[in-house]
């Protein structure tokens, strides 16, 4: 078993800065791919941002200048600061990791309960 769980969400003023992190725990041998999705009220989910296992990243244009993201496979967690926060960027966000298992060794998608950002005056 596998459990992915995000934290760090909650209300900030335009202009504002959080850091969203999403530690996975459970029968883990590797990691690969993690990313970041979000997924406002009546939209569809859009993946936000995504790293490799060799620190490869991508970002959604809507994203990129204003959100990092990064890894620390020793924590088996993955992180997004995201700076210049927009009113646009309200959503819950969810994490999302390839998961090697160490029972069976094979490899599944995984996903977080998602957290809450909030971008509002």
């Known amino acids: 078993q596998v459990q992915l769980v995000e934290s760090g969400g909650g209300l900030v003023q335009p202009g504002g800065s959080l850091r969203l992190s999403c530690a996975a725990s459970?029968?883990?041998?590797?990691?690969?791919?993690m990313e970041w999705y979000r997924q406002a009220p009546g939209k569809e989910r859009e993946l936000v941002a995504g790293v490799t296992k060799d620190r490869s990243t991508n970002y959604a244009d809507s994203v990129k200048g204003r959100f990092t993201i990064s890894r620390d496979d020793a924590k088996n967690t993955v992180y997004l600061r995201m700076n210049s926060l927009k009113p646009e960027d309200t959503a819950v966000y969810y994490c999302?990791?390839?998961?090697?298992?160490?029972?069976?060794?094979?490899?599944?998608?995984?996903w977080g309960q998602g957290t809450q950002v909030t971008v509002s005056s």
């Open positions: 459970g029968t883990i041998f590797s990691i690969y791919a």
């Open positions: 999302n990791a390839d998961i090697l298992s160490k029972t069976d060794y094979r490899l599944r998608k995984s």
